[in-house]
């Protein structure tokens, strides 16, 4: 983000504004957002120290300031959305109107900005862009949807159906990790209390023995020495580094896109991000294609809502290629994303004329791909956490019982 200076003339006078902005059209854009009066001109500038420091403490912090909203009340406030819009009702009053019924402090905060930026006469999907945070991604994509295909109501119904989706997803993995989330809890209490109260007995006795050590039992020690001396400042430690590497990644672009590149080779998680991410962008781009939307508009809007960087640098060389006249289904195959058989689909439509619904068929596809890794994710959890648990055990087993064995061999003289 680059720091801009806008000087507008707001009764009578001229102020300046700072703030941050992508390039000089969004800071343009939002200028004309954030302040009421005659733009006179938006600088870029260079960031003065303080501004520098408030900077580095907001973004350190900004995830315990900023509070999303409670999934069930986004879905609730968007139906009752498409519900209003449905029946005629302005979107302003049927912003304001839900502000006021609902009980989430964050989605009142959100709806009320919302309808203010609406009567000041800016689109809902450009005012939802300040709060990406607060509603994500696929929001903004499907309100973009419905202002472009005039159908407003129905992009909503079907976001809320998709927000519906998630949540369930959301809820499955959830259930998923609980037996293996309360064994790695057990575990980690389990390995406090030996390291605390278990291992320093034997240190004594040890220490008496004046034998040289195995491998084991020297690693437990150290870890004894480690726990109960520095624990704090290593939690601290721990704590600070997770902050920092946070901000790295929120302020710093190929930080990101590394960290990005690191999940998508990672085991199991590598896979929900892909099939997440292609099947939510394949929904929406078939909800625009249906609509009529043109597909180098089409796929802008979807690959706008894809939040993985190495994902969305490859789906927007699909981009680049249509503009160049290539057909959808050899700009999909560059990618290395998709499986033969898509592209195989992809093709039949672009020859047939029934693209909108070939896409859709592969939105399910991918759809069908992730509720199955959901599905499995416990069985496949498990193997990690066998092993985690096998290390820990042969650890502690090895290193307290290999001494007292030598022991046991040093008084029978054997």
């Not at 300031?65 to 139906?79: F, L």
């Not at 502000?99 to 689109?123: C, P």
């Amino acid at each position: 983000m680059t720091y801009y200076i806008a000087t507008v003339l707001t009764k009578g006078k001229k102020e300046e504004f700072p703030f941050y902005a992508n390039n000089r059209k969004h800071a343009s854009e939002l200028t004309k957002l954030k302040y009421s009066g005659i733009v006179i001109k938006i600088e870029e500038a260079d960031e003065p120290l303080e501004v520098k420091l408030k900077k580095f403490t907001d973004d350190l912090f900004k995830n315990i300031k900023k509070k999303k909203i409670k999934p069930d009340s986004q879905i609730a406030a968007i139906r009752q959305l498409a519900v209003m819009t449905n029946a005629g009702i302005s979107i302003y009053d049927s912003l304001v109107e839900i502000a006021k019924s609902t009980q989430d402090e964050t989605l009142k905060l959100v709806f009320s900005k919302l309808a203010e930026d609406i009567n000041s006469g800016h689109s809902l999907s450009k005012s939802m862009n300040q709060f990406k945070f607060e509603l994500g991604n696929l929001t903004i994509a499907m309100a973009q949807l419905g202002e472009k295909t005039g159908n407003l109501d129905e992009a909503l119904y079907s976001l809320a159906d998709m927000l519906e989706e998630i949540r369930a997803n959301f809820v499955k993995f959830k259930k998923a990790m609980a037996y293996p989330r309360n064994v790695m809890i057990a575990l980690a209490i389990a390995f406090v209390v030996l390291i605390s109260y278990v291992v320093p007995n034997f240190k004594t006795m040890f220490e008496k023995l004046g034998a040289e050590l195995p491998l084991p039992t020297q690693i437990l020690l150290e870890l004894e020495y480690l726990f109960n001396n520095f624990g704090p400042y290593v939690l601290a430690i721990g704590f600070l580094s997770f902050a920092i590497f946070k901000y790295l990644i929120n302020n710093y672009k190929h930080i990101r896109f590394g960290w990005h590149e690191v999940l998508l080779k990672t085991y199991l998680i590598k896979n929900i991000i892909m099939f997440a991410t292609l099947s939510r962008f394949t929904l929406v781009f078939s909800e625009l294609i249906r609509a009529g939307i043109p597909i180098a508009e089409a796929l802008d809007t979807s690959i706008a809502m894809v939040d993985n960087l190495p994902l969305k640098a490859k789906l927007l060389s699909v981009r680049v290629a249509v503009e160049k006249g290539s057909a959808l289904h050899k700009g999909l195959d560059e990618t290395k994303l998709f499986e033969n058989m898509i592209i195989q689909m992809v093709s039949a439509g672009e020859d047939s004329g029934t693209l909108d619904t070939m896409i859709s068929k592969v939105a399910d596809y991918f759809k069908m791909r992730f509720d199955a890794i959901i599905d499995g994710l416990s069985e496949a959890i498990e193997p990690i956490m066998l092993f985690i648990i096998a290390g820990m055990v042969i650890l502690f087993a090895l290193g307290i019982f290999l001494p007292m064995w030598d022991m046991g061999a040093a008084v029978t003289g054997k």
